[in-house]
Nanobody, 127 residues
Framework: QVQLVESGGGLVQAGGSLRLSCAAS????????MGWFRQAPGKEREFVAG????????NYANSVKGRFTISRDNAKNTLYLQMNSLKLEDTAVYTC????????????????????WGQGTQVTVSS
């Protein structure tokens, strides 16, 4: 098990930027595939971005491609999501997720593939 704590959310105007962080406990952070998901009111949780254990491969939802960047610092046990050119429709609770992978170095896209979740951080984009 790994404990995940998100930070960096807040209120930002459309077109602005935010950087989310997800701090992980434990000594095996580099063994976890990581992802960011979001959930807006009245909507289902959706995949935003994912990254392999080593950080050498990423994947993004089409809605954020070119605007968001996922990255990780395994030495600091931290996952990041840099969000630029924010839009009103990016408003949601953003949650990081982790899955221990012993052998694969895959990007995991589905919520059901993850078994560790943070509490989430609210991102609100205003006009």
């Amino acid at each position: 098990q790994v404990q995940l704590v998100e930070s960096g959310g807040g209120l930002v105007q459309a077109g602005g930027s935010l950087r989310l962080s997800c701090a992980a406990s434990g000594r095996t952070f580099s063994s976890y595939a990581m992802g960011w998901f979001r959930q807006a009111p009245g909507k289902e949780r959706e995949f935003v971005a994912g990254i392999t254990r080593s950080g050498d491969s990423t994947n993004y939802a089409n809605s954020v491609k070119g605007r968001f960047t996922i990255s990780r610092d395994n030495a600091k046990n931290t996952l990041y999501l840099q969000m630029n050119s924010l839009k009103l429709e990016d408003t949601a609770v953003y949650t990081c997720a982790a899955r221990l992978l012993y052998y694969n170095n895959d990007v995991l896209l589905r919520p059901g593939s993850y078994d560790n979740w943070g509490q989430g951080t609210q991102v609100t984009v205003s006009s």
